[in-house]
């Protein structure tokens, strides 16, 4: 649950559009969800733990190990300062409930409903009237091996889910954290709540309180003004607190509760991104200037960089595996990279983070001709303004970024395809 990610997951999912463009100017965009699960390799720990802290993380994987069942209400809510600017505060409500061992159901006000039947996980937006279904595990697992939609909502909105949900709670809690100790205990109404201050690798610090009783999560203050403040410099202060004003285990819940379908007329979410280039998003501020410099190793180990393909048109498509969308669109790029060959057009597609020898698998299975480059810090999707994917960037012959788009449609590569002539011409 690393708190920056956090952060920006939580002004986009919770709609809280002022925030965003407090933080980024233009605001961060929303990830396009994926049809399947997001199958990643779970972190493994390697945070300095103190004694005292090892031992109410302890105490929180018991509680969690053996709950049969929870109920929950409270609100999430951002905080931000800016210089010369008043205060921004924003909050919404939500409820939940989880049924062991892998069935929930989580919903945010005017947001999100999101869940897992027990067969399938589903995300649904209302305002949009838009769905998402994925296979679910069958049990506890880590988080990395949900949709990552679903991963970060919970983490954002109603992480007790997430650790309730998961193989192990401390696991969990000690994702990307530097150093864990016992803080002094927090005053959540009427309670004193042992509290864990967690010391995350990007520079934020993650307060979670528990209820002295049965040690399941009563709050979450993280601030996240450290990471934040690279994106802007004004940024004095960035907190988000999770706090729980219902927090019932055990009780009576019903299966069937837990049932959910896709309201008629909902669409498919994997299929219902837009074509069009992303309007005020961070990736689309690039159109008009310079791309930004990259060097990348092919599947093959040899380097490709811009400055080697000066004077010609490129197009990046970054991608991952996992992702839904970009598996239907990943054949239209590739019968792109075929009608271009011996032009002066370049394409290639660039896996976001993955391990060379799941990409390999991959590739070799879909039969996948276009060039793939290997972004496995993404350092060169963060310089592109990547926060969702499929995310297609269109470079000219002068260097500079002709149209960014992000997500798929089936309109998008007649629509690329007209983009990259016109480039073409110089």
Same mark, same amino acid.
């Given at each position: 649950?690393?708190?920056?990610?956090?952060?920006?997951?939580?002004?986009?999912?919770?709609?809280?559009?002022?925030s965003?463009?407090?933080?980024?100017?233009?605001?961060?965009?929303?990830?396009?969800?994926?049809?399947?699960?997001?199958? $990643?390799?779970?972190?493994?720990?390697?945070?300095?733990?103190? @004694?005292?802290a090892r =031992? &109410? +993380?302890?105490? *929180?994987?018991? #509680?969690?190990?053996?709950?049969?069942?929870?109920d929950?209400a409270?609100?999430?809510?951002?905080?931000?300062?800016?210089?010369?600017?008043?205060?921004?505060?924003?909050?919404?409500?939500?409820?939940?409930?989880?049924?062991?061992?892998?069935?929930?159901?989580?919903?945010?006000?005017?947001?999100?409903?999101?869940?897992?039947?027990?067969v399938?996980?589903?995300?649904f937006?209302?305002a949009?009237?838009?769905?998402?279904?994925?296979?679910?595990p069958?049990?506890?697992?880590?988080s990395?091996?949900w949709?990552?939609?679903?991963?970060?909502?919970l983490?954002? $909105?109603?992480?007790?889910?997430?650790?309730a949900?998961?193989? @192990?709670?401390?696991? =969990? &809690? +000690?994702d990307e *954290?530097?150093? #864990?100790?016992?803080?002094?205990?927090?005053?959540?109404?009427?309670a004193?709540?042992?509290?864990?201050?967690?010391?995350?690798?990007?520079?934020?610090?993650?307060l979670?309180?528990?209820?002295?009783?049965?040690?399941?999560?009563?709050q979450?203050?993280?601030?996240?003004?450290?990471?934040l403040?690279?994106?802007?410099?004004?940024?004095t202060?960035?907190?988000?607190t999770?706090?729980?004003?219902?927090?019932?285990?055990?009780?009576?819940?019903?299966?069937?509760?837990f049932?959910?379908?896709?309201?008629?007329?909902a669409?498919?979410?994997?299929?219902?991104?837009?074509?069009?280039?992303?309007?005020?998003?961070?990736?689309? @501020?690039l159109?008009g200037?310079?791309?930004?410099?990259?060097?990348?190793?092919?599947?093959?180990?040899?380097?490709?960089?811009?400055?080697?393909?000066?004077?010609?048109?490129?197009?990046?498509?970054f991608?991952?595996?996992?992702?839904g969308?970009?598996?239907?669109?990943?054949?239209?790029?590739?019968?792109?990279?075929?009608?271009?060959?011996?032009s002066?057009?370049?394409?290639f597609?660039?896996?976001?983070?993955?391990?060379?020898?799941?990409?390999?698998?991959?590739?070799?299975q879909?039969?996948?001709t276009?060039?793939?480059?290997?972004?496995?810090?993404?350092?060169?999707?963060?310089?592109?303004?990547?926060?969702?994917?499929?995310?297609?960037?269109?470079?000219?012959?002068?260097?500079?970024?002709?149209?960014?788009?992000?997500?798929?449609?089936?309109?998008?590569?007649?629509?690329?395809?007209?983009?990259?002539?016109e480039?073409?011409?110089?």
């Amino acid at each position: 649950m690393t708190p920056s990610r956090i952060f920006l997951a939580t002004i986009v999912t919770v709609g809280l559009a002022s925030s965003v463009r407090a933080v980024e100017d233009p605001p961060v965009p929303p990830t396009p969800p994926a049809a399947a699960p997001a199958t $990643q390799p779970a972190h493994e720990s390697h945070a300095k733990v103190s @004694s005292e802290a090892r =031992e &109410l +993380l302890n105490a *929180v994987d018991e #509680a969690y190990g053996k709950l049969k069942s929870l109920d929950v209400a409270g609100s999430v809510s951002v905080i931000l300062k800016i210089e010369d600017e008043s205060d921004q505060s924003h909050s919404t409500t939500f409820t939940g409930a989880y049924l062991a061992p892998n069935k929930f159901r989580h919903e945010a006000k005017d947001d999100v409903l999101l869940g897992a039947t027990g067969v399938k996980m589903y995300t649904f937006r209302a305002a949009k009237n838009t769905y998402t279904q994925a296979d679910q595990p069958k049990d506890r697992v880590s988080s990395t091996d949900w949709p990552k939609d679903i991963a970060g909502v919970l983490g954002s $909105q109603n992480p007790t889910l997430l650790l309730a949900l998961s193989k @192990s709670a401390s696991a =969990e &809690l +000690l994702d990307e *954290v530097a150093t #864990a100790d016992k803080a002094q205990d927090t005053h959540v109404g009427d309670a004193s709540c042992p509290t864990l201050k967690l010391q995350l690798d990007d520079g934020s610090t993650m307060l979670a309180a528990f209820d002295p009783q049965t040690h399941l999560l009563k709050q979450t203050k993280t601030d996240v003004t450290s990471p934040l403040k690279k994106r802007r410099s004004d940024l004095t202060s960035a907190v988000v607190t999770t706090d729980y004003t219902q927090v019932t285990p055990d009780g009576d819940m019903k299966d069937g509760s837990f049932a959910w379908t896709p309201p008629v007329g909902a669409a498919d979410a994997a299929t219902a991104a837009s074509p069009l280039p992303a309007e005020g998003v961070a990736a689309a @501020s690039l159109e008009g200037k310079a791309a930004p410099a990259f060097k990348l190793p092919g599947v093959d180990g040899k380097p490709v960089s811009l400055a080697d393909l000066k004077g010609k048109v490129i197009v990046l498509d970054f991608w991952a595996t996992w992702c839904g969308p970009c598996k239907m669109s990943l054949p239209h790029l590739d019968k792109l990279y075929q009608a271009q060959k011996g032009s002066d057009v370049q394409v290639f597609a660039v896996d976001q983070q993955e391990d060379l020898k799941d990409v390999n698998a991959f590739v070799a299975q879909t039969k996948l001709t276009v060039p793939v480059l290997m972004d496995r810090d993404g350092k060169v999707g963060e310089a592109y303004g990547v926060e969702g994917i499929p995310q297609t960037v269109v470079i000219g012959k002068d260097g500079k970024v002709k149209k960014v788009y992000v997500g798929f449609s089936p309109q998008l590569p007649e629509e690329l395809a007209k983009v990259v002539e016109e480039a073409k011409k110089g």
